[in-house]
Structure formats: C-alpha cells, structure tokens
C-alpha cells in the first residue's frame, strides 16, 4: 500500500518487480512453446484459455474485485467490446504459438519489437497525436527496415506484422475498455471458453487430442499454459501503474531481445544479411523512439 503514496512521476520497486518479471517470462515463453510445438497452435491455444480461467479467477477472487466483473456480464456493450480484444487476442496467440514451432521466433522478435512504433502510429493515425521529429524517424526507420527484409526474402514478414497487427490493435481497445486490467483479461478468457472448450471436446473426442491421450509430460505443459498466459499479462497490467511512461518504454525491450537472443543462439533460426541490416534499423529506431519517449515524459 505504501506505492499509493508515491508521487505520480516515480517508480515504484514493486511496480518494476512486477512488470520486469512480466517481461522475463515473456522473453523465455519461447522456450516453453517449443517445447509444445508437436501440438497443433488451436490446441495450445485453446489450453492456454481453459487454463488461464482458474487463475485469473482465483487472483480475481484474491483481491476482492469479482463484482465489477459481474457488472460487466451484464453490460451488453462492455461485453461486445471485450469479444473484441478477445479475438484480437486470441489470434494474436495463435499466430505467435505456431511461429514458434515452426522456427519464426526471429519474426516473433521483430513484430514485438516494431509494436510500440505502430502504437505510436496508430495513435496519430486513430487519434489525432501529434508525432513529433524523433518518433516520425523512428517510424520511417522501421518502415525501412521491413522493406529490407521483403525485399531480400521477396515477400513481406507476414508473421511480424500480424503480430504487430493484432497486439496493437488489441492493445488501443483495450484502453477502451472501462475496466480493470484482471477483470478484463478474465472477461476475455471467459468469452473465449466456450469455443476453446469445443476445441478441446473435438480433439480429444477423435482421439488427436495431446492432454488425455497425450504423454505425462505434454499434460503438465498443457496444465501450464494457463500460468504462463494469465499470470505475466496480470503482473505487467499491476506493475505498469505503478511505473513512470519512460520506464515502461525501457522495459518493453527487454522481451522481444530474449526472444531474439533465443532464437539466434538456442534454436539456431538462420540470420542473414538481410536481418543483420534490418535488426540494427529496428535497434536504432527504438533508440531514438526511447529518447522521444523520455523528453515527451520530462516535459
């Protein structure tokens, strides 16, 4: 409770707890997917909603807050906004598990990596912000650098940008959307229950399911993937408001760099020339993206 006192512009110690260890399991979520990439994405998916239930229920239940929940149930409108950043979402984690297994976590690096650019994008664009000198370089670098890569592989990284995509837009909806960071993400997992549920009675009922016909081991990770969806998502949600703009803006980096290092050093994904140009664009960028971020925050 002693965060509460804290001047606005300051950063709390739990609150960088909180959203760094967020970011950790973020960075090293890659490891544990691959570990699960014999499963196909929808069912992954569709444990990593069943599983996310229990918890975000249970840290709901914790904290006392189960009835703005309630309230939302019953609001038509809330729940049609929250249908919507549960697709986004759910796609969003979809794409994201089958990248991993099917050896793009290079491109999962860089669509989290571009995202904050295209957040800052969409806010011009949806918004009417204003972008300023530094953040308008940080953009065409970037553009610059997904034209490299299309170019050298003649196509576009169509895994990094629907990352970017889907994450971004799931993120400028879910600013609008009046209600607690837990209690929404419940909602969201809620909504997307029952077609995760029909997934799970389909593959299991045929005999392709992994959880009861599978292996002790792909049970346990299976059972898992509800803690490691559900409880960064929550630490990150509690630890961003108790961190100034700037820190946030540093901290959002450090995933997409272990992804990055685990995709190159762990998993062995090829990295050319075309990435050992478009990467340090991308590095450049956020720097100077970084350094608007902090003026903008000073001021």
Not at 61 to 72: E, M, N
Not at 258 to 281: D, N
Request: with cysteine; aromatic share 10%.
């Amino acid at each position: 409770m002693a965060d509460a006192t804290l001047p606005r512009n300051e950063d709390s110690p739990r609150g960088m707890a909180f959203a760094l260890s967020a970011y950790l399991i973020w960075g090293f979520l890659p490891v544990y997917m691959k570990a699960l990439s014999h499963i196909p994405a929808y069912e992954v998916v569709a444990h990593r909603v069943i599983w996310s239930v229990p918890v975000a229920l249970a840290v709901l239940v914790a904290l006392g807050r189960t009835q703005d929940l309630r309230a939302a149930l019953r609001s038509p409108r809330m729940l049609l906004m929250a249908a919507a950043t549960a697709a986004l979402i759910s796609v969003n984690w979809g794409i994201y598990v089958w990248a991993i297994g099917a050896g793009h976590a290079l491109d999962t690096a860089l669509g989290y990596y571009i995202n904050p650019l295209f957040s800052v994008f969409l806010g011009a664009v949806l918004l009417g912000e204003r972008l300023n000198r530094l953040q308008l370089v940080a953009i065409v670098l970037a553009v610059a650098a997904v034209i490299v890569l299309t170019v050298e592989a003649g196509r576009l990284p169509i895994v990094a940008i629907s990352l970017m995509l889907t994450w971004g837009c799931y993120a400028y909806l879910k600013k609008s959307l009046p209600l607690g960071p837990n209690q929404g993400f419940l909602l969201e997992v809620l909504l997307l229950l029952p077609p995760a549920l029909g997934v799970l009675i389909w593959v299991e009922g045929s005999g392709q399911g992994h959880f009861l016909h599978g292996s002790l081991a792909d049970q346990a990770l299976l059972l898992g993937t509800g803690v490691v969806t559900a409880v960064p998502l929550m630490l990150y949600a509690n630890g961003a408001k108790l961190l100034k703009l700037s820190t946030i803006g540093f901290l959002q980096y450090v995933a997409p760099t272990l992804i990055f290092l685990t995709a190159v050093f762990v998993f062995g994904e090829p990295f050319g020339r075309a990435e050992a140009i478009a990467f340090p664009m991308i590095w450049v960028a956020l720097v100077i993206f970084t350094v608007a971020l902090v003026r903008a925050t000073r001021r």
